[in-house]
């Protein structure tokens, strides 16, 4: 097993579960703590998650994984605030009866976008619709065309930024919305009825879409861990030689381990030097996706702090802030311990602010961005800044084809897992553990 994140612990669980106790199970990431991008610290007193800090309740993997693991009364949900967006120097309202921002009705953008764009969506259903079947362009070519610019500014980005780092420009409209994508394949005669089918399909909105863990991701990572037995080599891999009947994995010490068969849960840019070797089909495939990097910079201010009660606020790109994103963690998910916690996230496919930028100025910029956007200067009580570094992958018009090509390229007994496979998130990264380890089974390892 290389690589300790949700996925690399996912798929550890699962061998260990289908092998039983007499396998060995080797986890090998050179990290000072496991859990990849779910990380957990304690600011204010408080456990904060630092890294994801949420998942989609409607998709299974996570609650089912939480009842395995006897965690099911961990998990929580929010308190029903809803985010804003900023844009033209102000907070909106989320617009509701969209899909990814992309508006079922012009209404639903009203006060976000002009007249003249709010008369483009509702004529769409009247100017002809070409489209081919299968087809994957970005969401800013489809959106941009049927319903304008301003759309994909103002609605579509700010939230494909919280998702991806990305933005409409860079990511396939198959995995930013593979449900509008499949309506449009179905025959839908505009944009506008291919919004409306989606979001008949996917049923009434009843509840907040997102959950947590009570006590952070650690609480997770830990049981994935503890109920994994594996055995964690603090260790980076340096190379991967195929043998007769197996494997051996080489770290950055010199040591070397044997294994029967391997699941690379690396980020794509680390992928690529492990396998270019084995499978360099599959390597040009991984070379080819790209990433974002990203700062979370954490805060927690007075109890008394006076915030809106909303989760969070989606910033539109060229506004005259520094964050891509605000999040009210204490009103999203209920305040505990006497203060406000928050986090601002920078950096959006593109830029280097999480390479390049110290923490002193992202704690200035954090600041900024709270007075402008919120009329509040006070100082913390508590900071924290984390990076991400090459951590977000940019799903691409095509990407799906691109992936389906990487894994037919793997020589059998070396599966892949990973946020860049078949969607960010972690209920996508469990997903893609559960796979890696399901294909290793079928080859005759662990068995």
Same mark, same amino acid.
């Given at each position: 097993m290389v690589?300790?994140?949700i996925s690399g612990l996912a798929a550890a669980y699962r061998l260990r579960v289908s092998a039983g106790p007499d396998a060995s199970i080797v986890l090998f990431d050179p990290a000072d703590r496991l859990g990849g991008i779910l990380r957990t610290e304690r600011l204010g007193g408080q456990p904060l998650d630092v890294g994801a800090e949420a998942f989609i309740v409607r998709r299974p993997e996570v609650p089912a994984l939480l009842a395995e693991l006897g965690l099911t009364d961990r998990q929580r949900t929010t308190?029903?605030?809803?985010?804003?967006?900023?844009?033209?120097?102000r907070t909106h309202p989320l617009p509701q009866d969209t899909l990814q921002g992309?508006?079922?009705?012009?209404?639903?953008?009203?006060?976000l976008v002009d007249d003249a764009t709010l008369a483009r969506i509702a004529d769409e259903p009247s100017r002809p619709l070409t489209w081919s079947p299968g087809a994957d362009p970005s969401v800013a070519e489809l959106v941009g065309d049927r319903f304008g610019e301003q759309v994909v500014r103002r609605s579509v980005d700010p939230l494909l930024a919280g998702v991806y780092a990305g933005s409409a420009e860079s990511i396939g409209l198959r995995s930013a919305v593979p449900p509008l994508a499949a309506a449009l394949d179905r025959g839908a005669a505009s944009l506008t009825e291919a919004v409306r089918d989606a979001l008949a399909g996917a049923g009434p909105r009843t509840g907040s879409p997102f959950g947590s863990i009570d006590g952070g991701y650690t609480v997770l990572v830990d049981e994935l861990v503890r109920q994994s037995a594996l055995t964690w080599e603090r260790a980076a891999v340096q190379r991967i030689e195929q043998q007769a009947g197996g494997w051996l994995v080489v770290d950055e010490r010199g040591g070397s381990r044997r294994a029967d068969g391997v699941v690379?849960?690396? #980020?794509?840019?680390r992928l690529v030097p492990l396998i270019e070797h084995l499978a360099p089909r599959s390597a040009a495939a991984a070379r080819r996706i790209e990433v974002a990097s990203v700062a979370v910079v954490a805060l927690a201010l007075p109890g008394d702090t006076p915030l809106p009660q909303q989760s969070g606020v989606l910033v539109a790109p060229g506004e005259h802030l520094h964050a891509k994103a605000i999040t009210l963690s204490s009103r999203k998910w209920g305040q505990r311990g006497g203060v406000e916690l928050l986090r601002l996230s920078f950096g959006r496919f593109g830029d280097e602010v999480a390479r390049t930028v110290g923490d002193d100025d992202l704690l200035a910029?954090?600041?900024?961005?709270?007075?402008? $956007?919120?009329?509040?200067?006070?100082? #913390?009580?508590?900071?924290? $800044?984390?990076?991400? $570094?090459?951590?977000?992958?940019?799903?691409? #018009?095509?990407?799906?084809?691109?992936?389906?090509?990487?894994?037919?390229g793997l020589p059998s007994g070396l599966t892949v897992a990973g946020g860049y496979l078949d969607g960010i998130g972690v209920p996508a990264c469990v997903a893609s553990g559960t796979r890696a380890a399901a294909e290793l089974l079928t080859t005759g390892v662990a068995r």
């Open positions: 690589g300790g994140g308190t029903g605030a809803r985010p804003l967006i900023y844009s033209q120097g992309i508006p079922a009705h012009a209404a639903a953008l009203t006060g690379l849960a690396v #980020p794509a840019p910029w954090s600041r900024q961005d709270l007075a402008t $956007v919120f009329g509040i200067d006070v100082d #913390p009580v508590d900071t924290l $800044v984390r990076r991400w $570094v090459d951590a977000m992958p940019q799903y691409a #018009p095509g990407h799906a084809d691109l992936i389906a090509d990487l894994r037919a």
